[in-house]
């Protein structure tokens, strides 16, 4: 099952080669099925390596934007039991088109204060943003926005990597799948909550499979103080002070995937993001729109 900008790995290779991972996927082999298999998983090994090019927006001030070279697929299924790359999926009830299953997952936001990330790939070209705008006039009158104080990235208190667990079911319709999830952070950092709904579609050919989908995000105000929040080591570095309260972010995926041969895929796929318009008042960000891509080809076995 390939995967594509849900959740992203850092891996180390031979002490200096950083590889960042994009997670999303469906079954090679139930492309070629109908409409109600193809989000539907198979049992056993399923084992590969997708080449290519992309990459994945850092909304973090002076951060860079995050290439992508190499996706790895590591899963395994054992009756009501699945490791997905970073995910564990316990799923204790399905029928022919539902499916409600506990589960963990590595949260998104603290991978982007993951240091050293211009070791990722040597030589590579980042794109640079401008900042977001240190004042202006206020929409609601006449008051001017306070500014945004920001000072050196690295010297902020750090973020740590926070897993996540709890539910999520599945309703597949023909070429329809929703989705609706709740997790709960269980590694002690902020005790955060995110949860999300999702509406996707699926159009298959006899060699291709195009899929779409509509996301809503939402974060706890817990969760997002922790990561874009500021406490007093950041003001300190010289950033403002910021709490944010709970957000609600939308993003819009298309993937592609053609079947060159029984074990080759040419694949793509693209994803935009809007962060709720509350963020914009983080000193820590500097984007509110993320952009990611992937485009190469995948092995499979």
Known sequence: MWSIICARIKIILSNSCVLTLFIFSVPKAQAKQSYEDIYQTQSG???????????????????????????????????????NNSQLIYTPWQNDSTTFSFLTRVNEDGLYFIDDLLSASAGAAFLQRPLMSDGGPNQQGNKTAPA?????????????????????????WNDWRISAAWYREVTNYHHGDEAFFSIAKAWRGQSHLWLTSLEWQYQSEELLQYYYGTRLADWIAGFSRFRPNSALNTSIKISYRYD???????????????????????PLLQQQHLFSFFTGFAWSF
Request: overall charge negative; proline content about 3%; cysteine-free.
């Open 148 to 172: 945004l104080m920001r000072g050196e990235i690295e010297r902020i208190d750090d973020r740590k990597i926070s897993v996540l667990a709890g539910m999520e079911v599945n309703h597949d």
């Open 260 to 282: 060159i041969s029984s074990h080759w895929d040419f694949i793509a796929e693209a994803r935009i993001q809007r962060l709720d318009s509350m963020l914009n008042a983080s």
């Open 45 to 83: 090994w399923h084992l590969g390596m997708a080449t290519g090019y992309g990459k994945i927006d850092n909304p973090i001030h002076q951060g860079n934007d995050i290439p992508l070279v190499l996706i790895p697929k590591i899963e395994f299924y054992w009756g009501d039991f699945a490791l």
